[in-house]
Nanobody, 131 residues
Framework: QVRLVASGGSSVQTGGSLRLSCTAS????????VGWFRQAPEKEREREGV??????????YYADSAKGRFTISQDNAKNTVYLQMNSLKPEDTAMYYC??????????????????????WGQGTQVTVSS
């Protein structure tokens, strides 16, 4: 059984930083696409893919909203992917979900993010940024 556990969400002030973790059990994250989506409270039917990493190499993908502020990274030994979020803004407030699915390279990984092509979703971790 595949299980993704997301953690690290918290309440911070504008400009603060958080590091989210996604740890998998029952599934090896290496040589796969691992990403982070978020869903804002006022956008119940909209999920935004913010970042992804192809763990077969070290290539990454970022949505425009995340570029320059978020960094996704992997630790294969811990079967964990991280999302370092800096310079947080109130509009970053959302439930953050980690996801994973097979992909052959970063291009197909990024396509999965744009097309919501993931079978495995974690339970989410809440990030709240206050002004």
């Amino acid at each position: 059984q595949v299980r993704l556990v997301a953690s690290g969400g918290s309440s911070v002030q504008t400009g603060g930083s958080l590091r989210l973790s996604c740890t998998a059990s029952g599934y090896t994250l290496s040589n796969n696409c691992v990403g982070w989506f978020r869903q804002a409270p006022e956008k119940e039917r909209e999920r935004e893919g913010v970042a992804a990493i192809y763990t077969g190499g070290d290539s990454t993908y970022y949505a425009d909203s995340a570029k320059g502020r978020f960094t996704i990274s992997q630790d294969n030994a811990k079967n964990t992917v991280y999302l370092q979020m800096n310079s947080l803004k109130p509009e970053d407030t959302a439930m953050y979900y980690c996801v994973t699915e097979w992909a052959g390279d970063i291009k197909s990984c990024a396509d999965r993010v744009r097309n919501f092509g993931f079978r495995f979703w974690g339970q989410g971790t809440q990030v709240t940024v206050s002004s």
